[in-house]
């Protein structure tokens, strides 16, 4: 079974910096790769999909990258709103994610 | 609009049985796979089950394999999960999620879920 694995658990960050998540399969899953955003009492978000193509509506501060086994989500300038936690998930066989990363202010 | 509404959770005895329900709209529901995800309180994301647009096809996470049935019925809109056997490690709030294209995908759509406690 696949593993996901991401980093840093917390990552502490000041509005306006950039902010950047790593996300590792123990193999590889293609570019088979979303990220989701959640923010405390609501649902998961698609942020990402394809490793790298934004979901509708998200703005082009998240981007994404990688493929094979390691990945990134980098948010370019954090705005008050970005302040969650992030999964990624693989989707190259049953779906597994990760264990999140929380991103707070710091 | 995209709409998932979950309902169904309560508290539950270990080894008792419980059916949850989603109601989806503003999508043409028979054209998607449907996924449940659940999430223990304080803790990540556990995909669960999907099933197929058609029903035909349906699968589980090993955590629940032989415990849960995933169902649909689309002339309801209505996606469905039985849970029998039911342990306290079952204790989360489970959500149902619509696929973004069949086979294996991302999920583009969440319901808010419905928290299903099992506890003596």
């Known amino acids: 079974e696949i593993v996901m694995t991401q980093s840093p658990a917390t990552l502490s960050v000041s509005p306006g910096e950039r902010a950047t998540l790593s996300c590792r399969a123990s193999q590889s899953v293609s570019s088979n790769l979303a990220w989701y955003q959640q923010k405390p009492g609501q649902a998961p978000r698609l942020l990402i999909y394809?490793?790298?193509t934004r979901a509708t509506g998200i703005p082009a501060r998240f981007s994404g990258s990688g493929s094979g086994t390691e990945f990134t989500l980098t948010i370019s300038s954090l705005q008050s709103e970005d302040f969650a936690v992030y999964y990624c998930q693989q989707y190259n066989n049953w779906p597994i994610f990760g264990p999140g990363t929380k991103v707070d202010i710091k | 609009e995209v709409q998932l509404v979950e309902s169904g959770g309560v508290v539950v005895q270990p080894g008792g049985s419980l059916r949850l329900s989603c109601a989806a709209s503003g999508f043409t529901f028979d054209d998607y796979t449907m996924h449940w995800v659940r999430q223990a309180p304080g803790k990540g994301l556990e995909w669960v089950s999907l099933?197929?647009?058609?029903?035909?096809?349906?699968y589980y996470a090993d955590s629940v394999k032989g415990r849960f049935t995933i169902s649909r019925d689309n002339s309801k809109n209505s996606l469905y999960l039985q849970m029998n056997s039911l342990r306290t490690e079952d204790t989360a709030l489970y959500y149902c999620a619509k696929a973004v294209w069949s086979g294996y995908s991302p999920f583009d759509y969440w319901g808010q879920g419905t928290l299903v406690t099992v506890s003596s």
């Open positions: 099933i197929s647009w058609d029903g035909g096809s349906t």
């Open positions: 394809g490793a790298s």
